[in-house]
Every structure is written in structure tokens, then in C-alpha cells.
Nanobody
Framework: QVQLVESGGGLVQAGGSLRLSCAAS????????ITWFRQAPGKEREFVAT????????LYTDSVKGRFSISRDNTKNTAFLQMNSLKPEDTAVYSC????????????????WGQGTQVTVSS
């Protein structure tokens, strides 16, 4: 059974930075696609960024390109989301998810989820 645990969320002023971590246990971490989703109050969960297991191919949603960076350390079974130049509209619960196949932006296609971490950006 794969377990994912996010950390690193918090309250930050607009323009600030946060680094989220997604620590995995169980399974073969290097084979998983890891994706970050976020959900703001009253809104649907949305795709943020994804990274493939072996090649490290990355994709981002347009609204975070140039500001967010996804990465992973397969030796530590951990993925990261570096968030810079944060905006109030980035406020949401951020969750990491894993699947054995290459990326999908549809959260319904993911097998494993973390509990989420709150990111709040004040103006």
C-alpha cells in the first residue's frame, strides 16, 4: 500500500515562496508519476504540475508556469513543489497524487493520494 504525506504548507504574503514536499512509502517510488493538485474553497480540484517517474518529464498548468517548479528525489522517495511569486489566487489545499502510468490531469485516474496541505497567500 502506497502512502503519501504532504508538508510545507502555510501562510505567506503575496510574492513570497513556499516549498511543498510529498513523502512516499510503499511501492516503487521511481516508477510513479507524481502530480500536484489543488482545490480552493467552492471550486473543483485542479491540476497544477506533474513529473514522470524515470525521465523526469514535467508539465504545468498555464497559471503557474514560470512560478512553480516540480521536482523529485527518487533516493529519498520524495517529490517537491517549489512555489515562487505566490498570488492570493494560489490559495488552496494542495495534494500530491501518484499513479503507475504517465501523467493524467484527471484526478479520478490517480490511485494514491496524500491528505493535503493548506497554502494561504495573503494580499
Amino acid at each position: 500500500q502506497v502512502q503519501l504525506v504532504e508538508s510545507g504548507g502555510g501562510l505567506v504574503q503575496a510574492g513570497g515562496s513556499l516549498r511543498l514536499s510529498c513523502a512516499a512509502s510503499g511501492g516503487t517510488f521511481s516508477s510513479f508519476t507524481i502530480t500536484w493538485f489543488r482545490q480552493a474553497p467552492g471550486k473543483e480540484r485542479e491540476f497544477v504540475a506533474t513529473i514522470s517517474g524515470r525521465s523526469g518529464t514535467m508539465l504545468y498548468t498555464d497559471s503557474v508556469k514560470g512560478r512553480f517548479s516540480i521536482s523529485r528525489d527518487n533516493t529519498k522517495n520524495t517529490a517537491f513543489l517549489q512555489m515562487n511569486s505566490l498570488k492570493p489566487e494560489d490559495t488552496a489545499v494542495y495534494s500530491c497524487a501518484a499513479r503507475n502510468m504517465w501523467s493524467a490531469s484527471n484526478p479520478k485516474e490517480y490511485d494514491y493520494w496524500g491528505q493535503g496541505t493548506q497554502v494561504t497567500v495573503s494580499s
